[in-house]
């Protein structure tokens, strides 16, 4: 079969309400902010790390995926960055495949996909997917309370409980004693963020990014994970307590401006780089970013030993700057829980920010790229 491509922009889910799932951050900025130099001298970048937005960089980032071992009719979903904001741009996608392909959305949080189509007589089934987006840093003028409140029935959705999110039970009773004595959202916000970070690690023998229950964690008080465990956790805890929260799901793109390792990505080699984070909103200040599972991160994993304390010299940086803001080398893919695949004879997936497939022997391992031959990789254009 000739491989099809398309070049077409990808566009918002027609429905207002899935362009608000998937645009809803905040509105685009237009004006200019001052450029920020990246560069870090030798010395000090391990003990810096201060996102601040200003400079935005382009990214171009291509899936490959060929099913290895196909057997009968194959199906295969790809997500493409679906989220606008102040602080990405979600560009042009295009794709080329031997099968027969469309563009789809999970017809609920506006989380668009590539979906392919193999017939059982195909042989090297294979699909590439070009993205390209803008991204820049995110960082909280705490100062500043000005944003106007949002639509509250929009709020309310952002309240609600998801199959891997329930916000009554241990959910509920953790997050009410772990926010005591808060006020404000803001200060419960930040006395569940300190919680994680305080009682959750980054368990390096998680497959993938985790599963994201954060029911069984807590019931079996087993709380370490990766950041599908942790910041979803971080985000039930806030639902549970009225805060709207969601994770957002996506991928490391670059390695880090501020010298630490398991902050960035291997831009010719993205596998394992998939990454989630959260956002939060609070009262005159909007959806604010957050991602107290890369805090557990470079507790666990910047150096050979474990560093318990959020005050160690190395941590304390980044304690502080993700608490409102995170690094632009990172892209988002989509904010969806629950997702149901077009066509998919599998159950739903708890989060889309890895490549699916199905054969006749059942759904791919996503966690085994070696296996289901996939790689991804970005290049960053300066001109």
Known sequence: MTPV????????AAASRRKFMANSAVALVGTALPAINFAQSASTAERQFSPKPGVWRTFEVTTRVDIAKPQGATRLWLPIPSVNSDWQ???????????????EDDNTYGARMVFVEFAADQAKPFVELTSRIQTQNRAQDWTQKSVPAEDAASLKYWTQPTSLLPTDGIVRTTALEATRGAKTDVEKAQKLFDWIVSNTYREPTVRGCGEGDIKTMLETNNLGGKCADLNALFVGLCRAVG?????????????????????GGNSASLKGAQHCRAEVYLKGHGWVGMDPADVAKVMRQETPAWIKSASNPLVAPVNKGLFGGWEGNWMAYNVAHDVTLPQSTGPKLGFFMYPAAETAAGRLDSYAPDDFKYQISAREITA
């Open 5 to 12: 491509t398309s070049s077409a922009p990808v566009a918002s």
């Open 243 to 263: 805060i709207p929260a969601r994770d957002v799901y996506g991928l490391r793109v670059a390695p880090s401006a501020f010298g630490y390792r398991e902050l």
């Open 89 to 103: 741009k979600s560009l042009e996608s295009s794709y080329q495949t031997n099968g027969t392909a469309r563009l």
